[in-house]
Each structure stands twice: as structure tokens, then as C-alpha cells.
């Protein structure tokens, strides 16, 4: 047999009459409830293979007792059974209890099973509990999972109510994307699976959305794209993979009343300064490398989105290029590379690059030095140039140089001293590309044009 589920009236320890006397001979008849006369089968135990006579005859000390062995007896019926229970003592006496359910039962009318899963249509405005409510007589309704929520009725509220809910997780519980809802009932968004869901069974206005972002949610993962919605992972951590996108908004189904967003980037995209979308600082779109990130505020549709900090990744920020050993060129003009100082830089980069270069040449000889700055790659723009100038062995501003084909006079080299050089620039990358230096002789000559051990070039990320 099906389970079955204990009557309140089981309860009932004795009974007695008006006069407050043992009301022996009794009698206890069960209905099904609404009817007057037809009967309703209950059982003296759960397994429902005892039914109980009914009517059912009290004994002399006033207790429900089967009348052949005297053991008490209780009442069970199956799930959904509502009865009426009707008392008559033998002074003609009786009384009534009507629409009674049994304890626990999850199918029984009124109970907080059927509340909570009610149909739209089940009950009229001022007659019971709102239909389809979550939240009932200190109750909170609580689900598993985005799609057991889904899967739910959609609510219908009278007017002045409200209906707040709980879910454990978005996916799975406990994996940090559950949260607070509440019931909106002309909102119209998308269900994202993160700040708004909508009920399955819902095909017009009315949503869940999340009442609030959590503080340190996440991380959730998003793909760029020219909307990339960091509201629909749910989280203020975010990880935004791909490249090669232009990103003109980050989405409006993000919290306006959450916490800042903290915006990862795994990839080479740009993203655009525009009015009432993304506020880049400065007013200057950005060009993001792997492992860049930023802070960042949504203020609502209307007004977009905020990146209130942005930091460039420190990886490889400062690099400090070191020439190992003398490096000699000799009776030729012809550029040599640098054997140490080069490297790659990234795309979107903007580098400070600072040259620490020392030439010596023979004693008396007039060979000069040239040098010069290699790139290969997009670079936007190279300059402004800050402190640039040649300094001498006896520390005397020497010529003015600029940034590439850097050329000296011929004069003197002093041996053993040189002359050291002292250039500072700023590189803006476009695509990434490498960055080298070469030097040659001036004149030819056959005496050596060496550059030193210990020469660098240090080159340093500022953006």
C-alpha cells in the first residue's frame, strides 16, 4: 500500500461528553470530507493492512481501542485523504470536525507542500493563500538550483505583496553563484542563468532577479565580444577569454546595486571609450594584453559602466638587458646588433625604454661610434623623448641624439674610459614586435669600436 499519513484525531488520548464525564460507548465516524454519508476508510497502523471499524465504538475508559484485543488504536489514511470526523456520545450529544488532513501528508489540502506548488489558477483574489506563493507563515521557500527554480510555478501576487526566495547554486549547490531573488512582476529581461531566471512555464512579464551580487562571487567566465555581458556569469570576479574583439559594453544585466566588478582579461582585445557604455580613464580606449585587469562599476543601463582602475599585467614588467661581454666592430660602417639587448614587446604596450650604453675606442684614434634603436612590429608612435643626450668620460653634455640613427661625430674615444650614453624613451606598441639595439663604426676604421660589458638597456611597462 501506498504511504499513509497520521489524523490529528490520533492525538486525542480520551473522550468525554458535555458534562465532562468518560464518554463510554462512544462513537467516532469518519467521512470523506464535503459528503454526509459517505465513509472514509481509516487504518490503525502505517502499513494499512488494519482498517478500523467505522463507525468506531469508544471503550468504558473513553479511548479509541480495537474492541476485540483493547489495544489503542490510531488513524492513518493515504496521502491527499481529508475527513470529516463526526462525535456522538449517548447522551445524544455531537459535534463535528470538518476538512481535517493528515499530519505531515505533502498532498494534503492547505498544507505548506500544496501552498508552495499551487497553480496559478487554484485560488481567487481573497480567497486563501495567494496561489503559486514562495513565501508563506514564516516559511522561506528554498531551491537547489537555477533549474529547479525554473521548473517551478510562476508566482501570482496580489497587489502590495512580495516574494523573496533562495537559491543554493546556479549549476550545482554550494558553487558560489546562488543567491537572493525576488519576484518582479513586469520585468521582461532575458534569463541569463545568473541575475534573472524565468519559470518555465512563464510566457509573459514577470522574473526572478537577484537581489543583491555577492561580495567576492566567482569567478565566472565570459567570452569577448562586442557585448561582453560581465553581468550574466553571475559574479563580480570575472575571466573574459578570447581575442581579437572590439568590446563597446560590458552588458546591462549586471547588479546596479552591487559591489564593484573585478574584470580579468586572457586575451588582446580593445575596449572602447563611449558614452553612456564604458568610461575607460582618461576617456581613451584600451588595448588589453593577457592577464591585464580593472575595476570596474555598473550604474545602470542608462548611464553603462565605469573602469575605475586598470592595471596592465606584471609579468615581465622590468626587464633589464645586460651586454655580457665587450662587443667589438672594426673597419666597417654596417650596423651590428647588440648580442644581448634585445626583447619582445606586447601588443597595446606603452614601454619606457632606457638605454645605459658605454663605447670605448683605441687611444688617439678618431673612429667614432654610430648606433641606433631596431623595432620590427605595429608601434603607434615613438616619443616624446625625455632627458636624451650623449654624456663624455669627463661628464659634458655632448650632441643631441634622437631616437633612431643615432649618429656621433667622429672624435676621440677616450681608452680605457669611452664615452657613456644616456637615453630615456617612451615606445607606444600597436602589435607586438621586438625591440633591439645596433652599433657600428662612424668612420671605418681599424682600430676597434667596442661596446662594453655591462651595457644595458632596461625596459620597463608603464601601460
Known sequence: MASLYMLPLSLVPQFFTNLGIVAQSATITTLVAGTVSTLCTTYADSSGNVPNPNPLTVNAAGRAANTTSGAMVAFWVPAGTTVDVYFADPQGDTWVIRNMSAINDPAAQGSLQILLASPANSNASGQGPVAGADLVANAV????????????????????????????????????????????????????????????????????????????????????????????????????????????????TASANGPLYFIKFNGVNTINQGENQIFCPGGISITTAAGDWCIASYAGQASGWTIMAYFPVLANDIQHLVQAADQSVTSSTSPVTATNLQTNLPAGATMLVQLRLRFVGATTTTQGYNFQLTTSGGFAAVGPTLGIGVMSSNETTSTIISTTNNSIPNGAISDGVGDMVSMDFILVVGTAGAIGLQFSQNSSSANATTLKAGSAMIVTRIA
Open 141 to 252: 521557500k528554498s531551491y537547489d538550483v537555477f533549474a529547479d527554480l525554473r521548473a517551478a510555478n510562476t508566482p501570482v501576487l496580489q497587489s502590495g505583496q512580495t516574494l523573496s526566495i533562495q537559491v543554493q547554486g546556479g549549476l550545482a549547490i554550494n558553487d558560489g553563484l546562488g543567491g537572493d531573488f525576488y519576484w518582479n512582476a513586469t520585468a521582461t529581461g532575458t534569463d541569463n542563468g545568473a541575475t534573472i531566471i524565468n519559470p518555465t512555464s512563464n510566457t509573459g512579464n514577470g522574473r526572478w532577479l537577484r537581489l543583491y551580487t555577492p561580495p567576492f562571487s566567482g569567478p565566472g567566465t565570459v567570452a569577448a565580444g562586442a557585448t561582453t555581458d560581465i553581468g550574466s556569469t553571475g559574479a563580480n570576479i570575472v575571466l573574459v577569454n578570447g581575442s581579437g574583439q572590439s568590446i563597446s559594453n560590458f552588458g546591462n
